[in-house]
């Protein structure tokens, strides 16, 4: 195995060859940039928006016992903690970990600083899930840790749904969250960050937007973005230089304010805001 040893050392944070033990390593694959494709079917484009860098995928079996670890380099912190928002639904971290994690008997994913981690357990066997800790915990002891956006920042706390919280830098993040427009409406151009959760109120569930932009100009000129590349499927009510409301094909409502630098957009709301 000197080869895959050699391989496995060109990438710090994997667990070595013969780890606990017992497990041996294959060659792992590295994809980089648009490389993604490669490996992920239909659910690069995210990562890309968000500013991806580099995969490696690094196989390791001891007989029957298979797991692999996919260590994913984002473009920073706020892009690996993006893509663990959007993927880790109702978190059950493991306790034995220091970084932000959710554990299960089939998988185990992790987010520290400008990686995000996935420990899989190949084969499923329920011997095996306590082992995907053992590799989460060496792959996050060779990571320098770092801050990320805080996802809340901005919003509301009084009514906020619990796991909805997420972190939205483009086209492809905005339109699996809310429908607005086509293109890059909000003129986030992977680069800005947007910070959006569901909200759950005696009306019901609406969804809440907020950006703050480098200039009250650069807001006001995304505003007038959506207005010129609405969705086909929504109605404008009214719009002004600093607000427009529209109404969707369900007949619910939503509306985009700008104030300053800051621009707000609240959707599915089953009131015309007036």
């Given at each position: ?226 207005k010129a590349h609405l969705d086909a499927a929504l109605t404008l009510l009214r719009s002004s230089e600093s607000r427009l409301v529209y109404r969707d094909w369900r007949?619910r409502f939503g509306v985009v304010e700008v104030t300053g630098a800051h621009l707000e957009l609240r959707a599915n709301l089953k009131k015309d805001p007036g």
């Amino acid at each position: 195995f000197l080869v895959a040893t050699t391989l496995l050392a060109g990438e710090s944070v994997l667990p070595p060859q013969g780890f606990l033990g017992r497990f041996k390593a294959e060659p792992p694959d590295t994809f980089i940039g648009s490389e993604l494709y490669g490996h992920i079917d239909g659910g690069a484009e995210i990562f890309l928006e968000l500013g991806f860098e580099r995969l490696t995928v690094a196989h390791y079996a001891d007989g029957k016992d298979e797991v692999t670890v996919e260590t994913y380099r984002m473009s920073d912190p706020t892009a690996a903690l993006a893509i663990y928002l959007g993927r880790c639904g109702a978190e059950t971290p493991a306790s034995a970990l220091d970084a932000r994690n959710t554990a299960g008997t089939h998988q185990l994913m992790l987010v520290k600083g400008s990686w995000l981690v996935l420990v899989n357990n190949d084969t499923g066997r329920e011997t095996v899930a306590p082992l995907l800790v053992e590799f989460a915990r060496f792959v996050a002891g060779r990571i320098e840790a770092a801050t990320a956006l805080d996802p809340a920042a901005g919003l509301p706390r009084e009514g906020l749904v619990p796991g909805s919280l997420r972190l939205i830098r483009g086209p492809v993040g905005l339109s699996s969250f809310v429908t607005l427009g086509d293109g890059d409406v909000l003129r986030l151009a992977g680069t800005i960050t947007a910070h959006a959760a569901e909200y759950g109120t005696g009306e019901g569930r609406f969804a809440r937007v907020v950006v703050d932009y480098p200039a009250a100009e650069v807001a006001a000129a995304a505003l007038a973005n959506v207005k010129a590349h609405l969705d086909a499927a929504l109605t404008l009510l009214r719009s002004s230089e600093s607000r427009l409301v529209y109404r969707d094909w369900r007949g619910r409502f939503g509306v985009v304010e700008v104030t300053g630098a800051h621009l707000e957009l609240r959707a599915n709301l089953k009131k015309d805001p007036g």
